[in-house]
Nanobody, 128 residues
Framework: QVRLVESGGGLVQPGGSLRLSCAAS????????IVWFRQAPGKEREGVSC????????YYADSVKGRFTISRDNAKNTMYLQMNSLKPEDTAVYYC?????????????????????WGQGTQVTVSS
């Protein structure tokens, strides 16, 4: 059974940085896609970034390109989301999710129905 545990959220000032972690267990890391979603109060959940654990292909939402970096450490079964130049509109609960599939487009890897395994979420608040 796949288990995902997020950590690293918190309160940060605008322009600051945070690194989120998604520790995974119960799957073979070579053939999965890991995605970060976020959900702000009163808004729908949206896809932020995806990574293929096999070849490391990465995909980003336009709103975070150039500011966020997704990465993975297969030896530790952990995925990261480095968030720089944070803005108040980045405030949300961030979730990681895993699927035993490979996607070729960002629009494909952020379809929620593709993911059966989710973490519990970690709160990110960007405020002065």
């Amino acid at each position: 059974q796949v288990r995902l545990v997020e950590s690293g959220g918190g309160l940060v000032q605008p322009g600051g940085s945070l690194r989120l972690s998604c520790a995974a267990s119960g799957f073979t890391p070579d053939y999965y896609t890991i995605v970060w979603f976020r959900q702000a109060p009163g808004k729908e959940r949206e896809g932020v970034s995806c990574i293929s654990t096999g070849d490391g292909s990465t995909y980003y939402a336009d709103s975070v390109k150039g500011r966020f970096t997704i990465s993975r450490d297969n030896a530790k079964n952990t995925m990261y989301l480095q968030m720089n130049s944070l803005k108040p509109e980045d405030t949300a609960v961030y979730y990681c999710a895993a699927a035993p599939k490979i996607f070729l487009l960002f629009s494909e890897c952020v379809i929620e129905e593709e993911y059966d395994d989710w973490g519990q979420g970690t709160q990110v608040t960007v405020s002065s």
